[in-house]
Nanobody, 124 residues
Framework: QVQLVESGGGLVQAGGSLTLSCAAS?????MAWFRQAPGEERQFVAA????????TYAGSVKGRFTLSRDNAKNAVYLRMNSLKPEDTAVYYC????????????????????WGQGTQVTVSS
């Protein structure tokens, strides 16, 4: 069982930046970030494959967020710029255990491993 641990959340003013980190205790293939605001469903944010090329992003964050990974450290990093109040949510790191999956990288059901979440609050 791979453990995922997120860090880097906090309180920031609108227009500011944060970088979230997720450290895995073992190898995962595709890694992703999801977020969940109070009263809302979990929402896809970004995903990245093992090779680290061509990350995918939700339309709401494209151009503002950048996802990268360091396989030597089993870690991914989500750089969030130009933050908006609507980005406020608990952010969860996710990873899958299979190299091949029938599910889209944006589907939460693809991922077997989840972190505990880190709160991001953006004030207006």
């Amino acid at each position: 069982q791979v453990q995922l641990v997120e860090s880097g959340g906090g309180l920031v003013q609108a227009g500011g930046s944060l970088t979230l980190s997720c450290a895995a205790s073992g190898r995962t293939w595709t890694m992703a970030w999801f977020r969940q605001a109070p009263g809302e469903e979990r929402q896809f944010v970004a995903a990245i494959g093992w090779a680290g090329s061509s990350p995918t992003y939700a339309g709401s964050v494209k151009g503002r967020f950048t996802l990268s990974r360091d396989n030597a450290k089993n870690a991914v990093y989500l750089r969030m710029n130009s933050l908006k109040p609507e980005d406020t949510a608990v952010y969860y790191c996710a990873g899958d255990k299979d190299h091949v999956s029938p599910y889209s990288t944006s589907y939460y059901g693809r991922y077997e491993y989840w972190g505990q979440g880190t709160q991001v609050t953006v004030s207006s």
